[in-house]
């Protein structure tokens, strides 16, 4: 096994305090006298960062020298959270920074705690990639990930009087994780024109010309692989105003001020990433953000290409370019200009190059989230892209026509062009027709995309050309860094932490299962968690809740679809229920701790009132006397990737209770178990694979299933549609004013009664009731419940991300790890 020399990691913790000493007083040109923990977390990332470099330049140049297959990851976001205590796991640095920093006056944890979270992300879709660049580098595949730099990411959630404020996320300030190059830049045209010319063989060449030109600039962020020297490079593009682009005729005449706001636009197009998850409201903005972004990385990755002097021919063989979701179709489109405009390609060979290097992701069903661009957009900023998207639809119907004769609504239904009023482009389709490969993320998401939203495309395509890949997690940040008790408990009994590496390594615990020591230190592990998260939320939101109160734990952003309104309606009937009962009955129930967090987009006003009555019901419920312990219901402000690392080793039971088959995959769902969780949930995305994996016993599923949804819907709204009685007094309690303003929540109430209930809230009730208060009582059983939840983890080795980047390799890139 590869093991880190002294100038990997630090040898004693002498070496690492000199350096940190050495950071505050030169780099930072200040004295140790006055190092308060913001200096010193900047002092411990530089010393880090120093040793991190060495290992990503040896990386790069072996990379290229090897020049093997290397792998592109184009995702418009990456939801990385925070770098110094990853890195130091993962260059194995930890417990000597730990020391050092001790004896400079400080705890680590502290010093950990100053770093602003890296949130270039919304939520499953951007933490994915991140743990995917984790995997990648850690199983040294020879990958690069490219996305924006955007100089505000997520906004941060403030609560006020109950309702959901937005503020801006200014995070780079200090960004000691990153490295611009000045020297590496790309010019990106917007707009202008196309003339037709010829070259020197009388061949028809399109010339894109006119428009402006936005300077795109690097920004490199390491990411380093745990246990092994391998730091493969993240580069994010951020944009300016092109070099010529200041205006200095307008400068001398005087018009400064419009040659500013010129160089501000340029610097818009990075500035801020698009809060909505699940939403596409097509703004001309967020399509040149994509268009820089992917003509920027298709530049580099070209130019790096070229340098091997191969033929274009070989381009696949050395390339394979990944589709985050439809936001970098456009890439497919680019690709074909460079290699038909100006490398002089004739267009069936460029094309088979595209179709070959590329594979798409699909992440969501909804539609409301399916991409579309006006045609009329396209045609303004990107002229010669909508040429090539017709001709690509011109011969792909052109392929159907001849496979399948005659048959016009085929023909509609499938062309990338929609004609309607106005014409759109629909990018998930540009995006399949590109690719050579498309995947779904969970088993029941990619056969729903084969049976319903691509199923025109398997009948032309085939079916192999469509495939699944279950989404994992990294056990790196989600079990070692944020659960390092149970990591460590693990590795005593399983001889070592070779499962952070062979995740399937974990079902060596399970023949512990009846050790008393082992059990009482799990469970004892779960409790401090508990008492963590306790003291978090005292010091937060002033509120005692009881350590040893079931911790029921629904984090992740807010919608419909995630069903938090089923969740709160589910608490206020368990209200009203202890409410009725007299105080003997009462004391025989348990306590509950109902915990929610997440974002709801701005723009999203149904997700704002969910967030509004929770917050009302926990002003209610929390300080009454009947109630005490027995109830608390908590809303954690500003859900990130720092705070889940906090909250997942916390829970009891999580929920993951989507309406069955809108749900991709989660992924939240995977690190709950992973920490000891136990879960309820719908049959919906992973959580269908989980069960089947860690057994039905050890998970609470309820609810109607996917295949039921569309009869159930049609009832709704042709047949009678009954409420749920439990239901029909929490509305009843709710609409008398029990919980503030009596007509607050009425749009909740009524998209449930009386406009259809597309999300089956009403349907779903009693079976989710019912599985709550299995809950109640197999909780009260510990034995079994901690004999369930080791079990769970032991058999969860298939949830890693490596296990999920293995058969990506396999199955779509045809690439392999690069031997270090
Ligand atoms: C979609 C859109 C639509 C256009 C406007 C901006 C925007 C931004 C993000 C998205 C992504 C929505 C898709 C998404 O996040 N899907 C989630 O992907 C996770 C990783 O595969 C998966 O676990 C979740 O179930 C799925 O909802």
Same mark, same amino acid.
């Given at each position: 096994?590869?093991?880190?020399?002294?100038?990997q990691g630090?040898?004693?913790?002498?070496e690492?305090?000199?350096?940190?000493v050495?950071?505050?007083?030169?780099?930072l040109?200040?004295s140790?006298?006055?190092?308060d923990?913001t200096?010193a977390?900047?002092?411990t990332?530089?010393?880090?960062?120093?040793?991190?470099i060495?290992?990503?330049?040896?990386?790069?140049?072996r990379?290229t020298?090897r020049?093997?297959?290397?792998?592109?990851y184009?995702s418009?976001?990456?939801l990385?959270?925070r770098a110094l205590?990853?890195?130091m796991?993962n260059i194995?640095?930890?417990?000597v920074?730990?020391d !050092?920093?001790?004896e400079? /006056?400080f705890? @680590?944890?502290?010093?950990i %705690?100053? &770093?602003?979270d890296? #949130?270039?992300g919304?939520g499953g879709l951007g933490?994915l990639?991140?743990?995917?660049?984790d995997s990648?580098?850690?199983l040294?595949?020879p990958?690069?990930?490219?996305?924006?730099r955007?100089r505000y990411?997520?906004f941060?959630?403030?609560?006020?009087d109950g309702?959901?404020v937005?503020v801006?996320d200014?995070?780079l300030?200090f960004?000691?994780?990153?490295?611009?190059?000045?020297?590496?830049?790309?010019d990106?045209?917007f707009?202008g024109?196309v003339r037709? !010319?010829?070259d020197e063989? /009388?061949?028809? @060449?399109?010339?894109?010309e %006119?428009? &402006?030109i936005v300077q #795109?600039?690097?920004?490199?962020?390491?990411?380093?692989?745990?246990?092994?020297?391998?730091t493969n490079?993240?580069?994010?593009?951020?944009s300016?105003?092109?070099?010529?682009e200041?205006?200095f005729q307008k400068?001398?005449?005087?018009d400064?001020?419009?040659?500013?706001?010129?160089?501000?636009?340029?610097?818009?197009i990075?500035?801020v990433?698009?809060?909505?998850?699940?939403?596409?409201?097509?703004?001309?903005l967020?399509l040149k953000?994509?268009?820089f972004w992917v003509?920027?990385?298709?530049y580099?990755?070209?130019?790096?290409?070229?340098?091997?002097?191969?033929?274009w021919?070989?381009?696949?063989?050395q390339i394979a370019?990944?589709?985050?979701?439809?936001h970098p179709?456009l890439?497919?489109?680019?690709?074909q200009?460079i290699?038909?405009?100006?490398?002089?390609?004739?267009?069936?060979?460029?094309?088979?190059?595209?179709?070959?290097?590329?594979?798409?992701?699909?992440?969501t069903v909804l539609p409301?989230?399916l991409?579309k661009w006006?045609v009329t957009?396209v045609?303004?900023?990107?002229p010669?892209?909508?040429?090539i998207i017709?001709?690509v639809n011109?011969?792909f119907?052109?392929s159907v026509?001849?496979?399948?004769?005659?048959?016009r609504d085929?023909?509609?239904?499938?062309?990338?062009?929609e004609e309607s009023?106005?014409k759109?482009?629909?990018?998930?389709y540009?995006?399949?027709?590109?690719?050579?490969?498309?995947?779904?993320?969970a088993?029941?998401?990619?056969d729903l995309?084969q049976?319903?939203?691509?199923?025109d495309?398997?009948?032309?395509?085939?079916a192999d050309?469509f495939?699944?890949v279950?989404?994992?997690?990294?056990p790196?940040?989600?079990?070692?860094?944020?659960?390092?008790r149970?990591?460590?408990?693990?590795?005593?009994k399983?001889g070592g932490?070779g499962?952070?590496k062979d995740?399937t390594?974990l079902?060596?615990?399970?023949q512990?299962?009846?050790?008393?020591?082992?059990r009482k230190?799990?469970?004892?592990?779960?409790?401090?968690n508990?008492?963590?998260?306790?003291k978090y939320?005292?010091s937060?939101?002033d509120?005692?809740?009881?350590?040893?109160?079931?911790?029921?734990v629904?984090?992740?952003?807010i919608?419909?679809?995630?069903?938090?309104?089923l969740?709160?309606?589910?608490a206020?009937?368990?209200y009203?229920?202890?409410?009725?009962?007299?105080?003997?009955?009462?004391?025989?129930?348990?306590p509950?701790?109902?915990?929610?967090?997440g974002k709801a987009a701005?723009?999203?006003?149904m997700?704002?009132?969910i967030?509004?009555?929770?917050?009302?019901v926990?002003?209610v419920v929390?300080?009454?006397?009947?109630?005490?312990?027995?109830?608390?219901v908590?809303?954690?402000e500003?859900?990130?990737v720092?705070?889940a690392?906090m909250?997942?080793?916390?829970?009891?039971i999580?929920e993951h209770?989507s309406?069955?088959?809108?749900?991709g995959s989660?992924?939240?769902?995977?690190?709950?178990?992973l920490n000891?969780g136990l879960?309820?949930g719908t049959?919906?995305?992973?959580?269908?694979?989980?069960t089947?994996e860690?057994g039905?016993?050890?998970?609470?599923l309820?609810?109607?299933l996917?295949?039921?949804?569309e009869d159930l819907?049609?009832a709704?709204?042709?047949?009678?549609?009954?409420?749920d009685?439990?239901?029909?007094?929490?509305?009843?309690?709710?609409?008398s004013?029990t919980?503030?303003e009596?007509?607050?929540f009425n749009?909740?109430i009524?998209?449930?009664?009386?406009h259809?209930?597309y999300?089956?809230?009403s349907?779903?009730f009693?079976?989710y009731?019912?599985?709550?208060n299995m809950i109640?009582?197999?909780y009260?059983?510990?034995?079994?419940?901690?004999?369930?939840s080791?079990r769970?983890v032991?058999?969860?080795?298939?949830?890693?991300?490596d296990?999920?980047?293995n058969e990506?390799?396999?199955?779509?890139?045809n690439?392999e790890?690069?031997?270090?």
């Open positions: 096994a590869w093991t880190r020399n002294k100038f630090f040898q004693n913790k002498d690492f305090e000199k350096e940190v050495r950071h505050v007083e030169t780099t040109a200040r140790m006298f006055n190092c923990e200096a977390y900047s002092a990332s530089l010393a880090l960062r120093d040793r991190l060495l290992e990503w330049n040896k990386t790069q140049q990379q020298y020049d093997s297959k290397r792998i592109y184009l418009l976001e990456f990385m959270g205590d990853n890195a796991l194995g640095a930890k417990s920074a730990k !050092g920093l001790n400079l /006056g705890r @680590i944890e502290d010093i %705690g100053q &770093e602003h890296a #949130a270039l919304n933490r990639a991140a743990c995917f660049l990648l580098a850690s040294n595949f990958a690069w990930g490219y996305g924006l955007y990411g997520i941060k959630q403030e609560i006020i309702y959901q937005e801006p200014y995070w300030d960004n000691p994780w990153e490295f611009p190059r000045h020297d590496v830049t790309v990106i045209q707009g024109y037709k !010319g010829q063989n /009388g061949k028809t @060449i399109a010339h894109w %006119g428009g &402006e #795109a600039v690097a920004y490199d962020v390491p990411t380093p692989g745990y246990d092994t020297p391998t490079n993240l580069r994010l593009w951020s300016k105003a092109a070099s010529g200041f205006d400068f001398n005449s005087g400064y001020e419009s040659s500013v706001a010129d160089q501000q636009r340029a610097e818009t990075s500035a990433l698009y809060p909505n998850d699940n939403l596409d409201r097509g703004k001309e967020r953000q994509q268009y003509a920027a990385s298709l580099d990755i070209v130019r790096r290409f070229k340098k091997s002097k191969r033929a021919s070989e381009f696949p063989d370019i990944q589709l985050n979701d439809t179709t890439a497919v489109v680019e690709l200009r290699l038909v405009d100006i490398e002089g390609l004739d267009w069936d060979d460029a094309w088979k190059i595209v179709t070959t290097t590329f594979g798409y992701t699909n992440h409301e989230a991409e006006p957009l045609q303004k900023l990107l010669r892209h909508l040429q017709y001709d011109l011969f119907l052109q026509e001849k496979k399948f004769p005659n048959d085929l023909l509609s239904r499938v062309s990338i062009i009023q106005p759109m482009v629909r990018m998930a540009l995006a399949i027709v590109g690719s050579h490969k498309v995947n779904g993320v088993e029941l998401h990619s995309l049976t319903t939203l691509f199923k495309f398997v009948t032309i395509f085939g050309k495939t699944n279950t989404n994992g997690v990294t790196r940040r989600w079990l070692h860094q944020a659960n390092p149970l990591s460590e408990l693990i590795a005593s399983i932490h499962f952070l995740l390594a079902n060596k615990i399970e512990f299962v009846d050790d008393k020591a082992f230190e799990w469970a004892e592990i779960k409790y401090a508990k008492v963590r998260l306790a939320i005292k937060t939101l509120l005692n809740v009881n350590p040893s109160a079931l911790f029921d629904q984090v992740k952003r919608h419909e679809y995630k069903r938090q309104q969740n709160i309606f589910g206020i009937h368990r009203l229920t202890l409410k009725a009962m007299s105080p003997e009955e009462r004391k025989k129930q348990q509950r701790v109902s915990i929610y967090g701005p723009g999203y006003w997700a704002k009132q967030i509004h009555l929770i917050n009302s926990g002003a929390n300080k009454d006397p009947d109630i005490g312990d027995l109830l608390k908590i809303f954690l500003d859900y990130n720092s705070k690392e909250i997942i080793p916390a829970s009891d999580s209770i309406t069955a088959g809108t749900e989660g992924t939240s769902n995977m690190k709950f178990v000891g879960i309820i049959c919906d995305g992973a959580n269908i694979e989980i089947r860690i039905q016993e050890n998970i609470f309820f609810g109607n996917s295949e039921d949804v819907r049609h709704h709204t042709y047949g009678t549609h009954t409420i009685p439990n239901l029909t007094k929490v509305f009843e309690a709710i609409q004013g919980f503030g009596a007509n607050d749009a909740l009524s998209a449930v009664r009386d259809g209930d999300y089956l809230v349907d779903d009693q079976s009731i019912d599985t709550q109640d009582t197999e009260r059983n510990q034995e079994e419940w901690v004999t369930k080791i769970s032991a058999r969860m080795g298939f949830f890693s991300s296990r999920c980047i990506y390799a396999e199955v779509i890139w690439a790890p690069l031997a270090v």
